[in-house]
């Protein structure tokens, strides 16, 4: 059987026009018309063609190249120049442009602000095409990597001697460079001298941004290469990271917001996700829900007290284990006598509170009653008899259990995994990021809106096909405020 040989000397000619190097229903087509009909005012992006000075590149085909990249996992400023000359979809989409490495990241840097406002702009275009319902969301959180190490971590002790020594060192180059200007012949060159200065000073602003971020934070450790990444810990180990935050819209796994932030924990997270979720949505959910994770009382109260029903189960609930006979969940509350019923009908009584957190202690009334019980050694080996600690918002947590036993809230908990956790999935496996390349919370929170709207991206083909997104996006008047 012959084989199929190729030959690299065989003429051929291209098509006569870069229209012609895609096919109609190619994806890039797709991100294309995405780009075309953001509001490019509301980002904060300036289009004046007729701008003085000299030629640059178009911002739209600037993002486009952007946003296609990082779809594929292509995020390094020198290789989206590679793929710029190499790539036919690449050089369709630019249309024969191809910016330098050096314009990219320029480009990238200068419009963090904008670039994190492209997942807004995309999630009202979802809900113009009705594929984001916002009656249900998800909210949960992944660690990611900064572009930092975790050796650069450091405490203030450790930057206040660092700051001397550097401040030492600026003093003895400064000297050097006044004995030599004093000098009039023979003298080296002062090149090496003038890098050395820079960089000591350089050093110096490092340590003096991580010393105004522990001072105005309660942030004990500070990166110096990266102030506003934090010590994060996961399955891999601990590193320098973010916690990036995304809130997921139940009807077709979309995303409404995403966010990093700094904090390693969920627990003060809920609040400000859904709030932030209901201004894309311009209306607030019906259901908001989270894993254990965010099980924080005061903090879910100001979700459920926005007539927000929260499906977020209690530590408690979330063990799954065989539940403790005798658990505080056992004892009957009268509220209007304020006093407990333990399991065996004997009452504990009212001792004290605490100042700082608000706790009411309840005790068995008579310590002989416990002494004496079938269940002593097993409900409290304490001579003095049962204890219980009553939180400073208590029925409230008790309504959060109940609200979560409920069987329609048993229904959207138990659709909540496969669906916050696919675009975390698709993020870091397809898109391959692991960690970020831009530094600071403005630039990771750029690089954020763009893997997330690359996730929505996806999932739009995928729910309406590659020509039919393509012409609502071109037919559509779908541009929206920001």
């Known amino acids: 059987m012959a084989y199929r040989s190729g030959d690299r000397y065989q003429m051929g000619l291209f098509p006569q026009s870069i229209e012609e190097y895609v096919t109609p229903d190619a994806p890039v087509r797709a991100y294309d018309a995405f780009v075309e009909a953001l509001d490019f005012d509301a980002l904060g992006i300036e289009i ?7 030629a640059a590149y178009h911002p739209k085909a600037m993002l486009k190249l952007l946003v296609y990249g990082y779809s594929y996992g292509v995020r390094s400023s020198r290789k989206l120049e590679q793929e710029t000359h190499n790539n036919l979809t690449f050089i369709w989409l630019m249309g024969g442009l191809k910016p330098d490495f050096k314009t990219i990241a320029e480009f990238r ?5 904008a670039l994190a406002n492209v997942l807004r702009q995309c999630a009202r275009l979802c809900m113009k095409l009705n594929l984001i319902a ?33 401040d030492g060192r600026i003093a003895r180059l400064l000297e050097q460079c006044e004995a030599q200007d004093r000098q009039e012949e023979g003298l080296g060159s002062f090149v090496a001298m003038d890098k050395e200065l820079g960089t000591a000073r350089r050093l110096k602003e490092k340590i003096e941004a991580a ?14 290469t990266d102030p506003d990444c934090a010590l994060m810990r996961s399955p891999q180990g601990s590193h320098a990271g973010y916690n990036v935050q995304m809130v997921v819209d139940d009807a077709h796994r979309l995303i409404v917001h995403a966010e ?15 709030i932030r979720a209901d201004e894309v949505l311009e209306t607030p959910c019906e259901f908001a829900c989270a894993d254990a994770g965010y099980a924080d009382t005061e903090e879910l ?18 063990l799954h284990g065989k539940e403790d006979p005798f658990g505080k969940h056992r004892f009957t509350y009268d509220p209007v006598e304020d006093w407990y019923l333990c399991p065996e009908g004997k009452r504990l009584t009212y001792r004290s509170t605490y100042r700082r957190n608000g706790k009411r202690t309840y005790k068995i009334a008579r310590a002989s009653w416990c002494r004496v019980c079938v269940h002593f050694g097993r409900c409290t080996r304490s001579k003095e008899g049962r204890k219980v600690v009553r939180l400073k918002s208590e029925g409230l947590k008790e309504h959060l259990e109940r609200q979560y036993q409920d069987p329609v809230s048993q229904a959207i908990y138990a659709r909540r995994k496969a669906a916050v956790e696919h675009p975390f999935g698709h993020i870091k496996r397809n898109l391959r990021v692991t960690a970020f390349l831009l530094r600071g919370l403005a630039g990771v929170r750029a690089e954020t809106a763009l893997v997330a709207t690359c996730f929505n991206m996806v999932r739009m ?21 920001g």
């Not at 840097?109 to 602000?113: A, L, S, V």
């Open 48 to 54: 004046d063609p007729h701008k003085v000075g000299n």
């Open 109 to 113: 840097r200068t419009h963090k602000e």
């Open 134 to 166: 916002g009656n249900v969301l998800f909210v949960d959180g992944t660690r990611i990597r900064a572009n930092a190490g975790r050796d650069a971590l450091h405490g203030k002790d450790w930057y206040e001697e660092e700051l001397a020594a550097v």
């Open 211 to 224: 010393l105004r971020e522990i001072a105005a934070t309660d942030r004990r450790i500070v990166n110096r």
């Open 260 to 274: 990093p932030v700094s904090d390693s924990g969920d627990v003060n997270q809920f609040a400000r996700q859904i």
């Open 301 to 318: 109260e100001k979700i459920d007290g926005q007539g927000i029903t929260v499906i977020v189960p209690s530590q408690r609930q979330a």
């Open 461 to 481: 083909m995928t729910i309406l096909g590659v020509k039919q997104l393509i012409r609502v996006l071109m037919t559509r008047p779908l541009t929206v405020p």
